[in-house]
């Protein structure tokens, strides 16, 4: 593939390291994070301990991987404030041992939950819990962040999730809800984000240097002026030959860029029932984005410099094709296979686009709609097939 260059190269780079500019993150996040509380216990708390009402910690706890919890949150509304410390396992590894668990609370705020087999983690059975992570680290744990309750909803804020098997998931079969991530950086996660029956949205975060930055199994996903960077594949999507489906993933004014791979090599094609990417930079990605979907809405995209561009195509099974929606106004240049291919007999209806410089086709739509406006010129395998495009 091509070497990254110019100022796509220079616009990715800046983005990665300032973030997303102060007029996008304004009024995002609500503001009581950080709000007040009277705390009434927190220099006396020992591992294995459940607290009760608001409480702050003094000192690191240390806590044997034999426990049944290092701590345990079980009053309304109330407040665990680590204080800046670490809760950490000590002892062997194993696959019971939890950190922080949450049978009723409000929040868990301020420091680091390292080492075990679930960092934070509510009960089974909860049906109406809501639940904030402010100002984390959740650290080197099999699963970061788990809800193991039929109905919860988590607010993850400006927290560090790294070194996990699983930044976050639920438990198989077993639980609902919600993760709503914001100002977060996932990294060195063997997946940050697993959808099973959950919704994930994720707003003005950062995944660099994961295995997969998610895998939408059930569910959905949707990430928006966010960052997805130097990971091993971006996420999976696959077409379950159960009763599972991924109902969305959605990008929204997001970076994707220097991943191996869309998808990994066991499953390569993504398989939502609809894919949405709205205004997002795709660049120097190993491989092209393969989509099999019901339904589509790709608009003001840019693909530049990747392997291939875009490819659409029928998704097979239940609910099946053909494939749908609008491809519209978006710029494929200079990827090193196609820059748009709709496998037929797929028939979005493809408006307003710009094919230049692809190694393959420019545009390759057999069975698509002609929405007019397409342009196309210099690409190696011809400009248009199904289409008509005119060079300016």
Same mark, same amino acid.
């Given at each position: ?41 927190? +220099? ?18 240390? =806590? ?16 665990? $404030?680590?204080?800046? %410390?670490?809760?950490? !396992? ?8 939890? /950190? ?14 390292? /080492? ?6 509510? +009960? ?30 988590? *607010?993850?804020?400006? =927290? !560090?999730?790294?070194?996990?098997? &699983? ?28 959808? $099973? ?22 569910? *959905? ?21 159960? &009763?599972?489906? =991924? ?14 791979? &869309? ?11 609809? *894919? ?27 693909? %530049? ?8 195509? $029928?998704?097979? /099974? ?5 494939? +749908? ?13 196609? /820059? ?26 057999? +069975? ?25």
């Amino acid at each position: 593939m091509k070497h990254t260059r110019g100022f796509v190269v220079a616009m990715a780079v800046t983005t990665l390291l300032t973030g997303v500019p102060e007029a996008q993150a304004r009024d995002t996040v609500p503001t009581d994070a950080e709000a007040p509380v009277v705390y009434t216990g927190g +220099t006396t708390v020992r591992c294995g301990d459940t607290i009760t009402e608001h409480t702050k910690l003094t000192r690191d706890l240390y =806590c044997p991987s034999s426990a049944p919890f290092a701590l345990q949150l079980d009053g309304p509304g109330i407040v665990l $404030d680590l204080g800046g %410390y670490t809760v950490r !396992r000590t002892g062997p590894v194993n696959f019971t041992s939890q /950190g922080i668990v949450v049978a009723n609370g409000r929040m868990v705020r301020n420091g680091t939950v390292q /080492g075990f087999a679930s960092g934070i983690t509510t +009960t089974s059975g909860e049906t109406s819990l809501n639940l904030r992570l402010h100002a984390l680290a959740i650290l080197d744990n099999s699963i970061g962040v788990y809800n193991r309750a039929s109905a919860a909803n988590f *607010l993850i804020t400006e =927290c !560090r999730v790294s070194g996990n098997s &699983f930044g976050m998931r639920g438990e198989i079969d077993a639980s609902s809800g919600s993760f709503d991530v914001r100002s977060s950086v996932f990294t060195h996660n063997e997946f940050a984000m697993l959808a $099973d029956f959950h919704a994930i949205d994720v707003l003005d975060s950062t995944f660099t240097s994961n295995g997969s930055a998610f895998n939408c199994w059930d569910g *959905l996903v949707r990430i928006r002026s966010s960052t997805i960077a130097w990971n091993d594949s971006v996420g999976e999507i696959r077409n379950d030959p159960g &009763f599972r489906t =991924c109902n969305e993933i959605r990008f929204e004014n997001t970076l994707i860029a220097n991943n191996a791979a &869309f998808a990994p090599a066991s499953e390569p094609v993504w398989n939502p029932l609809k *894919l949405s990417m709205i205004d997002s930079l795709v660049v120097s990605n190993g491989t092209g984005l393969e989509a099999a979907a019901v339904n589509v809405y790709v608009d003001g995209n840019t693909f %530049y410099d990747n392997a291939s561009g875009l490819t659409l195509s $029928d998704r097979a /099974g239940f609910p099946s094709g053909p494939l +749908t929606g609008i491809v519209r106004g978006n710029q494929f240049l200079s990827n090193d296979g196609d /820059g748009l291919r709709v496998e037929p007999p797929s028939t979005p209806t493809v408006i307003n686009n710009v094919a230049l410089g692809n190694a393959g086709f420019g545009i390759y739509a057999p +069975t698509a709609f002609d929405g007019g406006g397409n342009v196309a010129r210099n690409n190696t395998a011809g400009n248009c097939v199904g289409i008509v495009c005119a060079l300016y």
